[in-house]
């Protein structure tokens, strides 16, 4: 089965028939799916590989799934990515400590890699709000190691979640009580900021959580803990158009309703590190999992913000 349901309202969000397919294989840490529905085709990393790869699904009826190339190499061990108000590519790179914004004729600009003076940690996600600012996070895991960056000094005195300001371009801290933070995500009318914490992966005293932030313009509030991952910890997550939160965890995809409630998950056959909606419809679920892309269709669809 590649469903497993905790609540009888998982039941209208999948077909019990519809299955995961494994689309493609051959990656070391498969991490930051972003879909370009104007290019029909997901882009996602292999970050240990230093590489990015393009993804584009084949027309609907034909035999094959679709066919996957290297969309840039090196990549500067980019892991997350999304696209700005504009379509542009926004990525965190781990090679470079930095966020960039790849520009429609292929050069980069660099939005920020340093804070107060110091570099920054390893910029891990990033989620572009309806007013253009780039909000992101900035754990260590790029620079504790040569496997996903380089190894190296970390600066900062913090691991925080930061706001690039669309005007002024000025950096700033909005949250800085994390021990690892991870995925972002913002609720459809983005009143709330979901941020998963994941130090679990490296500390198992410390509980793999979702935080749920109210947003007032630039600054955040409360920080409870909105939901727990039972197996694994929460890395990538997203949010459907009805506000329920999809995360990643070992054993697959988690869902959650609005309140925090365990609805079911998608089981997939190896590590989920995270996941996008994508498709004509947004109702096609796109997971990166260890070494491979995974991908299953279902009966809800990613939300779009204002």
């Not at 309703?257 to 609805?263: F, H, K, Q, S």
Request: charged share 25%.
């Amino acid at each position: 089965m590649d469903f497993e349901q905790f609540d009888k309202g998982f039941r209208d969000l999948h077909v019990a028939s519809a299955h995961v397919d494994c689309l493609w294989t051959g990656a070391r840490w498969t991490e930051g799916p972003v879909w370009f529905a104007d290019m029909n085709c997901l882009l996602f990393s292999d970050i240990p590989n230093n590489r990015m790869m393009r993804f584009a699904p084949d027309p609907v009826g034909s035999d094959g799934m679709g066919t996957v190339s290297v969309f840039r190499a090196p990549s500067n061990f980019a892991n997350g990515h999304t696209r700005d108000r504009q379509g542009r590519l926004v990525s965190c790179q781990h090679g470079t400590r930095s966020v960039t914004r790849t520009e429609w004729d292929g050069s980069i600009t660099v939005l920020a890699d340093a804070y107060q003076g110091r570099r920054l940690n390893a910029p891990n996600d990033v989620v572009v709000s309806s007013d253009g600012a780039v909000w992101f996070t900035d754990p260590t895991y790029g620079s504790m190691s040569d496997y996903e960056g380089f190894r190296g000094e970390i600066e900062q005195d913090a691991r925080n979640v930061f706001r690039i300001d669309p005007q002024s371009g000025a950096l700033e801290v909005v949250c800085d009580d994390f021990t690892q933070p991870n995925g972002l995500a913002f609720s459809p009318d983005e009143r709330f900021l979901y941020i998963a914490d994941s130090a679990f992966s490296h500390d198992p005293d410390f509980p793999p959580i979702v935080r749920r932030f109210a947003v007032d313009g630039k600054r955040l509030s409360g920080g409870e803990e909105f939901c727990r991952i039972d197996t694994g910890l929460p890395d990538g997550i997203r949010i459907d158009d009805e506000g329920r939160l999809w995360s990643s965890a070992f054993d697959g995809v988690h869902c959650f309703d609005t309140g925090g409630t365990l609805l079911g998950k998608v089981k997939v056959p190896e590590v989920v590190s995270n996941l996008c909606f994508g498709g004509p419809m947004r109702n096609r679920l796109y997971m990166t999992g260890t070494t491979s892309l995974y991908a299953v269709t279902l009966c809800v669809n990613g939300a779009q913000r204002p």
